[in-house]
């Protein structure tokens, strides 16, 4: 176990509402990245927090939003949901002190979007 | 193009057998490299980073070839755990890729 937690496990929205996923890292990571993954996809890149600030950020619309709080875990946030959105969110911690920043995957939330 | 492209497979393998898959990237500026992988619906798992040097743990080698812009993973003396989506990743200014994975199927 890479002791990356997140919550909930499974989630049913409809189409216009609002979600957030959390997360916590793993102990002693100041660093979260989030992920979507869509069925038979690889894992496309969210963005990632360093230190409670936004670093870095994937080809995802502003109505995906994110924190990182002082102990370091997380949320993702997502308006206005679409059908699209529907997939696996995956967060992953990593210690962040020098390359290579190899990072460690929580179990993911499925999210369904009806 | 994409970033970071891998072929899809499945490659079928024997137990027992030697397997290799290649990872191409697109963007020089890439700095680190990594081997995951991933069993059905679970998340990812890091199985190595790749070093410029090349390394190995146990039956798993890595190679990067900066000049050619790829990676290599060879699995040597496959079991049947071996089993799953080889996942490429590619670290860039913050930005990780992610190919799509390469599935590995070790059949008995």
């Known amino acids: 176990e890479t002791g990356v937690t997140q919550s909930p496990t499974h989630l049913i929205k409809t189409r216009g509402q609002q979600v957030t996923l959390r997360c916590s890292s793993q102990?002693?990571?100041?660093?979260v990245s989030w992920y979507q993954q869509a069925l038979g996809q690889g894992p496309q890149f969210i963005f990632q927090y360093y230190r409670e600030e936004e670093n870095g950020r994937g080809n995802f619309p502003p109505r995906f939003s994110g924190l990182q709080f002082p102990n370091y875990s997380s949320e993702l946030n997502v308006n206005a949901l679409e059908l699209d959105d529907s997939a696996l969110y995956l967060c992953?911690?990593?210690?962040?002190?020098?390359?290579?920043?190899?990072?460690?995957f929580g179990p993911g939330t499925r999210l369904t979007v009806t | 193009r994409k970033e970071v492209e891998q072929d899809p497979g499945p490659f079928n393998v024997p137990e027992g057998a030697t397997v290799a898959f290649n990872c191409t990237y697109s963007?020089?500026?890439?700095?680190?490299f990594f081997w995951y992988r991933q069993d059905c619906r679970k998340e990812p798992k890091l199985l190595m980073s790749v070093y410029s040097s090349g390394n190995e743990d146990g039956r798993f080698t890595a190679q990067l070839n900066r000049a050619s812009q790829y990676i290599s993973l060879l699995i040597r003396d496959s079991k049947l755990s071996d089993s799953a989506t080889y996942l490429c990743v590619v670290n860039r200014d913050d930005k990780i890729i992610f190919g799509k994975g390469t599935r590995l199927h070790i059949l008995p």
């Open positions: 992953a911690s990593s210690p962040r002190t020098t390359l290579p920043y190899e990072q460690y």
């Open positions: 102990s002693g990571h100041n660093t």
């Open positions: 963007n020089s500026a890439s700095q680190s």
